[in-house]
Nanobody, 124 residues
Framework: EVQLVESGGGLVQTVGSLRLSCATS????????MGWFRQAPGKEREGSGT???????TYADSVKGRFTISRDNAKNTLYLEMNSLKPEDTAMYYC??????????????????WGQGTQVTVSS
């Protein structure tokens, strides 16, 4: 059984910060590509960042320099540190896992497992 459970979302003002967490179980975490994706109402799901089993990271241009993705293999947990938040960052954020050490950029179809999401709302 594979489970991905996100937490840390909430309501924050512009330029505020949040840290999202994705607690996993049932996966060989250190051998999995992990990613954060988001979807706003009326928009397609888009990748924010991925981190592979070696720690190599890919960010979307829209979040580069503001978001930091990281993983703690000892805790089987993925994080997304979100800084300098903008109203455009408002979305449901999803954690995703792929049973491969390597990631394929920000391609969402590579991921086998998805969490239920945590809502992030940024107000001005």
């Amino acid at each position: 059984e594979v489970q991905l459970v996100e937490s840390g979302g909430g309501l924050v003002q512009t330029v505020g910060s949040l840290r999202l967490s994705c607690a996993t179980s049932g996966v060989n975490f250190e051998h999995y590509c992990m990613g954060w994706f988001r979807q706003a109402p009326g928009k397609e799901r888009e990748g924010s960042g991925t981190v592979d089993g070696h720690g190599s990271i890919t960010y979307a241009d829209s979040v580069k320099g503001r978001f930091t993705i990281s993983r703690d293999n000892a805790k089987n947990t993925l994080y997304l540190e979100m800084n300098s938040l903008k109203p455009e960052d408002t979305a449901m954020y999803y954690c995703a896992a792929r049973p491969s050490v390597a990631c394929r950029g920000l391609e969402d179809t590579q991921f086998y497992y998805w969490g239920q999401g945590t809502q992030v709302t940024v107000s001005s």
